[in-house]
T-cell receptor
Framework: QKEVEQDPGPLSVPEGAIVSLNCTYS??????FMWYRQYSRKGPELLMY????GNKEDGRFTAQVDKSSKYISLFIRDSQPSDSATYLC??????????FGAGTRLAVHP | DAGITQSPRYKITETGRQVTLMCHQT?????MFWYRQDLGHGLRLIYY???????DKGEVPDGYVVSRSKTENFPLTLESATRSQTSVYFC????????????FGPGTRLTVT
């Protein structure tokens, strides 16, 4: 079993929709949760991170962590075509290493 | 310019040739990483380095060699390129221990014919 499972997508939504991207993890020792965003033909970039359960908001983006269910989500409100990208939820492999999955590809169409 | 750069951005080479991909960062970050990205596999860690002269293997190190004589540079060498090493290679860096924010370079698209 992989330590983190992510919805494979792709996901296609109209502009203005609320988007929900989800990951589940199996290791209850995980303390640090991240979302990276990768535009086509670019390197990934850190979008949000959180240490704790609950919600963290940044503009149109909300990261939600439910440690009891081992579930993390990224919500995008009022989605824009510029949000079209692949979203990744890596986990810590120790020593600053991150283990990435394939991510969920999101397309927001006008 | 400040940041993390990779060169070349595109490279075509033949099977059996040695090729070196360069990575340079201007932040003096301690940690540096090499990933490859293939369709369906996501990003896979090849090698990483915690400091100059300290390197270690990641998930898929076979066929690759790294060195880190200076903090700012982390070259990746394919000793004898194979078609299976056709991929997009990303270099990344992060500040220090327990820093999980990695800064990625623009990538090198390598084709082995």
């Amino acid at each position: 079993q992989k330590e983190v499972e992510q919805d494979p997508g792709p996901l296609s939504v109209p502009e203005g929709a609320i988007v929900s991207l989800n990951c589940t993890y199996s290791n209850s020792a995980f303390q640090y949760f991240m979302w990276y965003r990768q535009y086509s033909r670019k390197g990934p970039e850190l979008l949000m991170y959180t240490y704790s359960s609950g919600n963290k908001e940044d503009g149109r983006f909300t990261a939600q962590v439910d440690k009891s269910s081992k579930y993390i989500s990224l919500f995008i409100r009022d989605s824009q075509p510029s949000d079209s990208a692949t979203y990744l939820c890596p986990y810590s492999g120790g020593y600053n290493k991150l283990i990435f999955g394939a991510g969920t590809r999101l397309a927001v169409h006008p | 310019d400040a940041g993390i750069t990779q060169s070349p951005r595109y490279k075509i080479t033949e099977t059996g040739r040695q090729v070196t991909l360069m990575c340079h960062q201007t932040w003096s970050h301690s940690y540096m990483f090499w990933y490859r990205q293939d369709l369906g596999h996501g990003l896979r860690l090849i090698y990483y380095s915690a400091a100059a002269d300290i390197t270690d293997k990641g998930e898929v190190p076979d066929g690759y060699v790294v060195s880190r004589s200076k903090t700012e540079n982390f070259p990746l060498t394919l000793e004898s390129a194979t078609r299976s090493q056709t991929s997009v290679y990303f270099c990344a860096s992060s500040e220090g221990r327990n820093s999980y924010e990695q800064y990625f370079g623009p990538g090198t698209r390598l084709t082995v014919t």
